[in-house]
């Protein structure tokens, strides 16, 4: 509800340079954008299903991970857990929140038929819109739910179970150096998922490195707790 709710809120904006003109960016300065802008060609920029094709990679890697492991109780209990938390904390601040969109995808909300619904009442347009996106993630992109990222929650919690559980005494069925490379290709995806995010304006640098500390702490913390 909070991630669909923010597509009616996020606000639209003009940023303007020196001489009253309007600027070419039209979004928060970001370093990671700056980055990535000067680094990175402009068909990976433009990519806009980059950072879904990584995320649904990372799915079939966890469910590999699931169905092979013996402890798959122990460590779907903590993704469970640690993303419950997460995405109950996200909800929280998104909607405390909300920044200007920098998603070309949202941007073009403001003129094409895909934002629509921004037009429409909220209620009880809302919990339809909410649904869909429960049902069919993919369906469409919600704007305006920026902090923080709940794509980089979902990469690194599964980076995180696979460098916990994925050792080579975990499955001693396979050969240690096929663990080994599976599990440095985990964390390859993560790495490249994360450049994605920003580099598609997916996301602000900020919304990533804040998703990545509170995912690491949270996954840590389990212990504690459970």
């Known amino acids: 509800l909070s991630s669909s709710a923010t597509g009616w809120w996020t606000p639209r904006f003009q940023i303007l340079d020196l001489d009253g003109y309007m600027h070419p960016d039209q979004h928060l300065p970001d370093v990671g954008f700056a980055l990535t802008s000067r680094l990175l060609p402009v068909e990976l920029l433009q990519w806009e ?4 094709v990584i995320q649904g990679m990372m799915i079939y890697a966890v469910l590999f991970l699931i169905a092979v492991h013996p402890q798959r109780v122990s460590l779907v209990r903590r993704g469970m857990v640690v993303m419950s938390i997460l995405n109950l904390l996200r ?3 998104i909607t405390l929140t909300c ?3 920098p998603s070309p995808i949202c941007d073009r909300q403001w003129v ?7 037009r429409m ?3 009880p347009k809302l ?6 996106l429960l049902m069919a993630p993919n369906s469409h992109v919600t704007c305006g739910d920026l902090i923080y990222s709940g794509h980089m929650v979902f990469l690194v919690i599964v980076c995180k179970l696979f460098d916990r559980y994925w050792r080579p005494s975990s499955v001693p069925a396979l050969p240690g150096w ?3 490379t599976m599990r440095w290709g985990v964390w390859a995806l993560t790495v490249i998922g994360t450049v994605m995010i920003v580099a598609t304006r997916l996301h602000y640098t900020i919304d990533v490195l804040l998703a990545s500390y509170l995912t690491h702490r949270v996954f840590e913390s389990y212990d504690t707790f459970w």
Do not use: H, N
């Not at 094409?112 to 921004?118: A, D, H, L, R, W």
């Not at 919990?127 to 869909?132: F, G, I």
């Open 49 to 52: 299903a980059g950072p879904q």
């Open 127 to 132: 919990w339809w819109r909410a649904l869909t």
């Open 112 to 118: 094409g038929e895909t934002g629509v619904y921004k």
């Open 91 to 93: 909800s929280i601040s």
């Open 121 to 123: 009442p909220m209620w």
């Open 99 to 101: 920044l200007p969109d």
């Open 178 to 180: 096929v663990v080994d």
